[in-house]
């Protein structure tokens, strides 16, 4: 750890990360911070309220990325309007107003449901107005020849903090209750406007109508693309929610558990992915990302077969494996084909988020229809394997993808 440390003020001090990109990945990380002592605990909250249902579960996140998907395309036009920083200026009070949702929903007062409501609209507009522009600037910021090395040398200082955020959400939760977690939740993610005031604004000319970017989606030149961010989005939606809650149910509804399983997870991934950043850069960029994506597959199905707190952490560590060369080798494959794309770079990302969309709602109404006709396990299966499925298109983009 210190030496990893150590690293990063000695090429902060050579100028390996510039000071635009340390200040957007300053905001990045508090964000980071505001949702991860949250993220697992929300689902389960969600589960629980409704008197264990995931259909509940499946209808809020499905709902936030319905209107993500429509949305997107008018946030990628306003960028030619507001710039870059204005519209991640923007979006940080609406994901305070969905923290705001959840503490009137944990309350469980009268306003509840409407808390809901204020959670799905509030999260799904912020990454509306979030995502397209911070990645079309954090893409800009990279440098082309270590995008690799950079993105896991930045991640991996975040994680030194963020690594601890589950448990300590575990611990807020059984101690004081969901409303101080969303509470402290809001204050952190408030703090993320500050390091935004140091950056450059950019403004991008995002060259399509919103009819001809759903053509574009559905164009069989752009298919490679949509398919490997589709599946990147079913994997997303699978380790943000469908997986946590089942290790939820496996450890018996207890939150401290739950947090703590997740943060020593974290814990060995942040370590093994100390070496992957590195290696995208020295080796053949098309092997790792096959390799990742065999391996996080593999991962995905040994994770069927966990039945107790120990296989739980010990699958989640080995999939972390894979997953962390996979994804590594896929965000900075992603950055270096969204630059490459030079004038078309708003538009790349705008598929991209629109086609994650997608695929973290298919993986919802699949597991939803499978539990409601065979079983809660049988759905959990099938979520688990179509993970791995999906992980195995992630390679679609070692290809080149050009738009014109």
Do not use: C
């Not at 707190?309 to 989640?316: N, T």
């Not at 809660?376 to 979520?383: P, T, W």
């Amino acid at each position: 750890m210190q030496s990893t440390v150590a690293h990063f003020i000695r090429d902060t001090a050579e100028g390996y990360i510039p000071q635009d990109l340390k200040a957007l990945y300053g905001h990045r990380v508090l964000l980071r911070i505001g949702f991860g002592i949250t993220t697992v605990f929300t689902v389960a909250l969600i589960y629980q309220y409704f008197g264990n249902s995931f259909l509940a579960v499946a209808l809020v996140y499905g709902l936030m990325h319905i209107v993500v998907f429509f949305l997107t395309p008018v946030s990628s036009i306003l960028i030619r309007r507001w710039g870059v920083r204005s519209m991640v200026l923007a979006a940080v009070p609406t994901a305070m107003l969905s923290v705001v949702g959840l503490y009137q929903f944990a309350a469980d007062g009268a306003y509840a449901l409407y808390g809901l409501m204020l959670f799905v609209f509030g999260m799904g507009i912020y990454k509306v107005l979030y995502w397209v522009p911070y990645q079309v600037d954090f893409s800009l910021l990279l440098d082309r020849r270590r995008r690799g090395s950079q993105i896991a040398l930045l991640r991996n200082l975040a994680d030194l903090v963020i690594v601890a955020m589950p448990f300590a959400g575990g611990l807020i939760v059984a101690s004081f209750g969901f409303e101080t977690l969303y509470l402290v939740a809001l204050l952190v993610i408030s703090l993320g406007i500050i390091p935004l005031f140091f950056i450059q604004t950019a403004y991008e000319e995002y060259s399509w109508s919103y009819l001809q970017t759903l053509k574009e989606l559905v164009s069989p030149r752009n298919r490679t693309l949509v398919l490997a961010y589709i599946g990147d989005g079913i994997q997303a939606m699978a380790i943000n929610a469908i997986w946590p809650l089942l290790v939820f149910i496996l450890l018996n509804e207890e939150y401290i558990a739950l947090g703590l399983v997740t943060a020593l997870t974290l814990f060995a991934i942040l370590l093994l992915r100390l070496v992957t950043g590195n290696l995208f850069d020295k080796w053949n960029k098309s092997k790792l990302i096959i390799i990742g994506a065999v391996l996080a597959s593999s991962g995905w199905v040994l994770k069927v077969l966990v039945a107790t707190p120990l296989q739980v952490f010990l699958a989640d560590t080995y999939h972390g494996m894979g997953r962390t060369v996979n994804k590594t080798s896929f965000d900075a494959m992603t950055y270096e084909q969204a630059a490459d794309n030079g004038r078309y770079i708003d538009e790349y990302t705008t598929l991209k988020e629109m086609s994650l969309s997608i695929g973290r709602v298919v993986i919802l109404v699949f597991t939803t229809i499978v539990i409601m006709y065979v079983g809660l396990e049988a759905g959990f299966i099938v979520a688990l394997l179509l993970s791995a499925m999906a992980t195995l298109t992630t390679m679609l983009l070692k290809n080149k993808v050009q738009l014109r």
